[in-house]
């Protein structure tokens, strides 16, 4: 039997990172979201667009994307899942 992991289990560690992220974001600090996000990222917009980690790095330092609110779910948000 292993001994139990000290620290925040993965699932808990993942939700950690969407907070920061979202706060990074909000407050328009590209060096925090700049160390949340790895090297390779890739993700999309919101209207499908391909994006680099460089790109949403430049836009956010520009204030060209600027995250001003985030709204609270209606519904619960599903549960991470790590297998």
Do not use: F
């Not at 939700?15 to 949340?36: F, M, R, S």
């Not at 990222?41 to 994006?51: A, F, N, Q």
């Amino acid at each position: 039997m292993h001994p139990a992991a000290e620290g925040p289990s993965t699932a808990e560690a993942i939700k950690q990172l969407e907070h920061d992220w979202t706060d990074a974001e909000i407050a328009g600090d590209v060096e925090k979201l700049g160390q949340i996000l790895a090297d390779g990222w890739m993700g999309l917009s919101y209207d499908g667009k391909r994006e680099t980690k460089q790109a949403v790095l430049a836009d956010l330092k520009s204030g060209k994307s600027k995250l001003r609110l985030v709204d609270k779910p209606r519904t619960p948000k599903p549960g991470v899942r790590v297998t």
